[in-house]
């Protein structure tokens, strides 16, 4: 007795065509959603700016790893010598120094600035 060799090719072309019908299904139930998320109405996580832990990730590698001293001068005592306005000045635009300007964002350097001129 003889099978037929269509068939196998016969149920992988159905197999295919029910795939492709059900993911397309499922696309146009997920295009609210990502339409929802694209103009805002997604749930948003904001992530609440920690100066210190901020300065650990970034600041230690030229300040050193007590912000002493390093490539880059002592943070500590700096609001003394500089201010508070001096500092967020130098928070945003950076020094010719080396300091690169941009490292906090807008929206962080006044957080950042602060917990600087209380660094002791």
């Keep these: 007795m003889k099978r037929n060799p269509l068939i196998p090719y016969l149920l992988i072309a ?6 492709v019908f059900f993911l397309s299904v499922k696309g146009l139930g997920d295009a609210k959603e990502i339409a929802k998320e694209k103009e805002g109405g ?5 992530e609440k700016f920690e100066p210190e832990a901020f300065a650990k ?8 790893n007590n ?4 490539t880059g001068p002592n943070l500590h005592g ?23 300007g ?9 957080a950042m600035a602060d917990w600087l001129v209380k660094l002791k």
Aim: hydrophobic share 35%.
């Design 78 to 100: 700096l609001g003394a010598k500089l201010g508070k306005d001096k500092v967020k000045d130098v928070l945003a635009n950076g020094t010719s120094g080396g300091m690169p």
């Design 14 to 19: 159905f197999l295919g065509i029910a795939l």
């Design 102 to 110: 941009g490292l906090v964002k807008p929206e962080n350097i006044d």
């Design 42 to 46: 997604g749930e948003k996580v904001t």
């Design 57 to 64: 990730q970034t600041c230690i590698g030229c300040h050193g």
């Design 67 to 70: 912000l002493e001293g390093g």
